[in-house]
């Protein structure tokens, strides 16, 4: 491990996509029928950063594994919310279609992370 949270690249990119989606969304006008949306998908989305900084943050690579397991898994909701905007047609697909790829980014990134600690933590 790194000894700086900064150095890792996928917290880097798990971060600034949280935080462009937040602005994004922050700046439209409220409307109730898609503000549930809204939310589901900004606290899914800034999870994933606060998930990898959470299991950095932990002593033992499997706890770490885990977290990055959960974060993970945040991304998968993401995806989802994602593609339930998109079928909306409500917000810029354009953008939403760069947040997903994005977000694809990160699920590489996050499970070849997972596979090399699985491998560090079996020798």
Do not use: P
């Not at 890792?8 to 503000?35: H, M, P, Q, T």
């Not at 690579?61 to 945040?74: C, H, N, P, T, V």
């Amino acid at each position: 491990m790194s000894t700086n949270l900064e150095n890792l690249i996928v917290y880097v990119k798990a971060r600034g996509l949280a935080v462009e989606c937040l602005r994004y969304f922050y700046n439209l006008k409220s409307d109730r029928r898609s503000d549930f949306l809204v939310l589901q998908l900004l606290r899914a989305i800034t999870s994933v950063g606060a998930n990898i900084a959470e299991g950095y943050g932990r002593y033992y690579k499997k706890s770490y594994r885990q977290f990055l397991s959960i974060a993970r898994g945040s991304c998968f909701e993401v995806e989802y919310w994602l593609e339930v905007a998109l079928e909306l047609n409500k917000f810029n697909n354009e953008m939403l279609l760069e947040y997903k790829h994005r977000n694809r980014e990160i699920i590489k990134m996050l499970s070849i992370m997972m596979k090399n600690l699985e491998r560090k933590t079996q020798t």
